[in-house]
């Protein structure tokens, strides 16, 4: 399965500006609409339950589009679940890897936050890591990976400008 890492953050690596969980109030309109397009086109897509709490009032679900939720404890979640569409689970990420490759997913998108990305990319289960970079200081906030001896190696594929402000798409595969 090829697993794709799609994160946005400012020059200094912040994912959240501040202690603040709302995307929007900090990226650009064309980071935005950009991740929108990858979201239609991503039909499995993983995040950590603090992601999906941030992000859960957005998400429009719908048949044909699997999320899967990550949490130790997934029974408080149950009655949210919707079959094929919205799941949460303990399982251990390669096994859950296994079980969406089973059911025949050939590619799946990783949305983060930074304790989830932090034990993908431990496990060597991420394949790029499609980066926003907005032109923004934001000096606190979460980072892109946790607090964490982390020595992962990228090479650049390609980039793109998104806006006049200089939004770049950096492309980078996992060595
Ligand atoms: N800029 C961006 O592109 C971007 C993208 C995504 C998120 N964010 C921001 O990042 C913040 C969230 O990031 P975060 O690092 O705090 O949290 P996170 O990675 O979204 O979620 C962490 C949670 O995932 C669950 N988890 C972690 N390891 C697990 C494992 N091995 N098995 C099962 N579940 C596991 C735990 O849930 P339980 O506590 O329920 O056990 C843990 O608390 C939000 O503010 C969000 O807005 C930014």
Known sequence: MKMILAMVSSVDGKTTRWNNSDLHSWTSKEDQEYFSKLIEENNCIIMGRKTYEAAKNMIKHRSGKLRIVLTGNPKP????????????????????????????????????????????????????????????????????VGESELDVNLQLLGFEKL??????LLKYKII
């Open 77 to 144: 979640f149950n009655h949210l679940s919707i079959p094929g569409q919205l799941e949460f689970t303990n399982k251990p990420s390669k096994k859950l890897i296994k079980r969406l490759e089973d059911m025949g997913y050939a590619n799946a998108l990783l949305v983060g936050g930074a304790t989830v990305n932090t034990l993908f990319l431990k496990e060597n289960l991420v394949d790029e890591l499609w980066l926003t970079l907005e032109p923004k200081i934001l000096g606190n906030g979460n980072g892109l």
């Open 163 to 168: 806006n006049n402000s200089g939004t770049l």
